[in-house]
C-alpha cells in the first residue's frame, strides 16, 4: 500500500506531464496561491506606514488650506490659539459626541462598523456613500465667543473612487472659505483636475443655500454664472455631479444639517 | 570578459532593451521630467525583472506551457503589486509623483519579454544576472533622458540647481519643451541615432524591420 502524506502528494505533482490537465490545474492554483499571499501579506504589513502617510498628507492640506485662507493669520494670532480645535460630533443629534476619543477615532473604521454608522436608503444616498459614519471630526476656529472658520470633511463616490475633501466655511456657515480635496482617484487630466489649485481656487467667496434655505451650490455644466456656481470641467461631468452631489448631501439634513442648525441656533456648545 | 559578465553588460548598450529592442517607451516618456523619479522607477523595475526572471526562471521546468503567459504575468503582477506598496509605505511623496507608472510595469514588455524569451529555458544564476543586465540598460537610458530633461527643462540636478535660471537671476531660460512627454520622444530618438552611428551593426537592415525571433534569442 503506498504511503499517502503531503509530500509524497507534491513529488507526484511535481512528477506529471506538465500538459497533464492535474498538473496545468495544480501549477495555476499554486501560483495564484503564492501569488494571493504574497500581495495580501505585503499590503496588510505595509498598511500602518501608509496610513501614517496619509494622514501626515492630509495634515499638511489642511495647514496649507489655513495658510491659503485671507486673513486667517491675524485671527490665528489674536484669538491666541496655534491651530484649530478638534472636535467630534454626533451628526444626526448636531451635538459634541460623548464618549469618542479623539485619539482612537479612525473616520474609515467608523464608517464601516454597523455599530457606529447608519446604512442609507436610496433616495437619501445621492452622494453614492451607502454608509455614513455617525461621528465626523470637525475642525473650528474661534476669535473669542465668534465663530470664525469651519471645516467639515465630506466625501461622495465619484467616477474612479471615493472624493474625499475639507470643506471650509466662514462664521456665517454659508460663505465657502476653501474647498481642499484630500484624496481623490479620478481620471488623470480630467477629473483628476479637481485636486488642483486653480481649480480649487475657484471655491472661496461662492454661498452654499440661498435665503429660502434651499442648497444651491454645485459644479455647472461649462462657466459658472452666479455665486452658487463653480466652472465645470471639460470631460469630467461625472466628477463635477459627483462633487455637486457631495456638497448637497453633506449640507443637508444627513450630513451636517443638524449640527449648522445647531451652530446657528447656539445651542451648539463645543 | 566571461560569459557572465558579458551576459549583465551585453543589454547596457549593445542589446539595449529601450534603444535597440524599443521596448518600455511608454514608461520612459512618463517618468523622466526628473532624475529622481527616472531613478525611483529604474530601481522599481529592475528590482521586479530580477525577482520574477528569478522565480520564473526556478518553477520553469513545471509551467506547464499552455497556461505559461498567464503564470508569468501573474507573477509578475503580484511582485509589481508588492514594489508598488513599498514606495507607497516608505516613499509616499516620490510615490505620489510617479502616480500609475509603477503600476504600470507589469505591461511594460520588457519584463514580460525578458520571461518569455530568456527565464524560461535558462537557469537561475543566468536568468537573474540577464534580468539585472536588462533592468540595467533600461535604468542607464531612463538616467540619461531624465538628467537631460531636468537640466534643460529647469536647470536643475535632482533638485539641485546647476544652471542659474533667469527668475532667480541668472542666464538661463528653461525650455519647457522638455518638461513635456515628446521631448522624450526627440531625446530618445537622438541617443538611437547616436548610438547606431557608433555601433553600425545595430541598424536594421533594408526590408527585416522586425528581427524573427529566433535571431532576437541568439545571445
Known amino acids: 500500500m503506498a504511503e499517502f502524506s503531503p509530500l509524497t502528494l507534491w513529488r507526484r505533482i511535481l512528477a506529471l506531464p506538465n500538459e497533464s490537465r492535474a498538473k496545468t490545474v495544480a501549477v495555476a492554483f499554486m501560483v495564484a496561491l503564492v501569488c494571493a499571499a504574497l500581495v495580501s501579506g505585503t499590503t496588510v504589513v505595509l498598511r500602518p506606514f501608509q496610513d501614517a502617510n496619509r494622514a501626515a498628507e492630509r495634515q499638511e492640506r489642511l495647514d496649507a488650506m489655513m495658510a491659503e485662507l485671507p486673513g486667517m493669520e491675524d485671527i490665528l494670532a489674536r484669538s491666541g490659539a496655534d491651530s484649530l480645535e478638534a472636535v467630534i460630533v454626533d451628526l444626526a443629534a448636531g451635538a459634541v459626541a460623548e464618549g469618542v476619543d479623539p485619539a482612537v477615532f479612525n473616520r474609515a473604521a467608523f464608517a464601516a462598523d454597523p455599530a457606529t454608522s447608519t446604512e442609507l436608503s436610496a433616495d437619501d444616498d445621492i452622494a453614492g456613500l451607502g454608509r455614513r459614519s455617525d461621528f465626523q471630526q470637525i475642525y473650528l476656529l474661534r476669535d473669542g465667543d465668534d465663530l470664525r472658520l469651519i471645516l467639515l470633511p465630506v466625501s461622495a463616490v465619484g467616477y474612479g473612487g471615493r472624493i474625499e475633501a475639507l470643506l471650509a466655511l466662514e462664521g456665517d456657515l454659508n460663505t465657502v472659505a476653501g474647498l481642499s480635496i484630500t484624496g481623490h482617484s479620478e481620471t488623470p487630466g480630467l477629473g483628476a483636475r479637481i485636486a488642483e489649485p486653480g481649480w480649487q481656487a475657484l471655491w472661496p467667496g461662492k454661498e452654499i443655500a440661498d435665503e429660502t434655505g434651499e442648497i444651491r451650490l454645485h459644479v455647472a455644466r461649462g462657466g459658472a454664472s452666479s455665486v452658487f456656481e463653480i466652472d465645470g470641467i471639460t470631460g469630467a461631468t461625472r466628477t463635477g455631479n459627483a462633487v455637486s452631489n457631495m456638497i448637497t448631501f453633506w449640507m443637508g439634513p444627513f450630513g451636517y444639517g443638524p449640527l449648522l442648525d445647531a451652530l446657528r441656533s447656539g445651542s451648539f456648545r463645543p | 570578459m566571461t560569459s557572465a559578465f558579458r551576459r549583465l553588460l551585453d543589454p547596457v548598450i549593445d542589446n539595449n532593451p529601450v534603444t535597440l529592442q524599443i521596448l518600455g517607451i511608454c514608461s520612459a516618456l512618463a517618468v523622466t521630467t526628473s532624475l529622481a523619479t527616472a531613478l525611483t522607477m529604474s530601481v522599481a523595475l529592475t528590482a521586479v525583472l530580477v525577482a520574477s526572471s528569478t ?120 525650455l519647457n519643451l522638455m518638461m513635456l512627454a515628446p521631448s522624450a520622444f526627440f531625446i530618445l530618438g537622438l541617443l538611437i541615432w547616436f548610438i547606431r552611428t557608433i555601433k553600425v551593426e545595430q541598424v536594421e537592415h533594408e526590408g527585416t524591420a522586425i528581427i524573427s525571433a529566433d535571431e532576437a534569442r541568439k545571445p
Open chain 2, 55 to 174: 522565480v520564473i526562471s526556478l518553477i520553469r521546468r513545471h509551467i506547464p506551457n499552455a497556461i505559461r503567459l498567464i503564470v508569468q504575468i501573474t507573477i509578475i503582477a503580484s511582485l509589481v503589486i508588492v514594489a508598488d506598496q513599498i514606495l507607497q509605505a516608505f516613499a509616499w511623496q516620490m510615490s505620489q509623483r510617479l502616480s500609475i507608472f509603477v503600476g504600470l510595469i507589469v505591461t511594460n514588455c520588457l519584463v514580460l519579454g525578458r520571461a518569455e524569451g530568456f527565464a524560461m529555458r535558462n537557469g537561475v544564476g543566468a536568468s537573474a544576472l540577464d534580468a539585472l543586465g536588462n533592468g540595467l540598460g533600461y535604468s542607464f537610458i531612463l538616467l540619461i533622458v531624465g538628467a537631460i530633461r531636468e537640466v534643460f527643462g529647469t536647470g536643475a540636478l535632482f533638485g539641485h540647481p546647476v544652471l542659474p535660471t533667469l527668475a532667480k537671476g541668472g542666464w538661463f531660460t528653461p
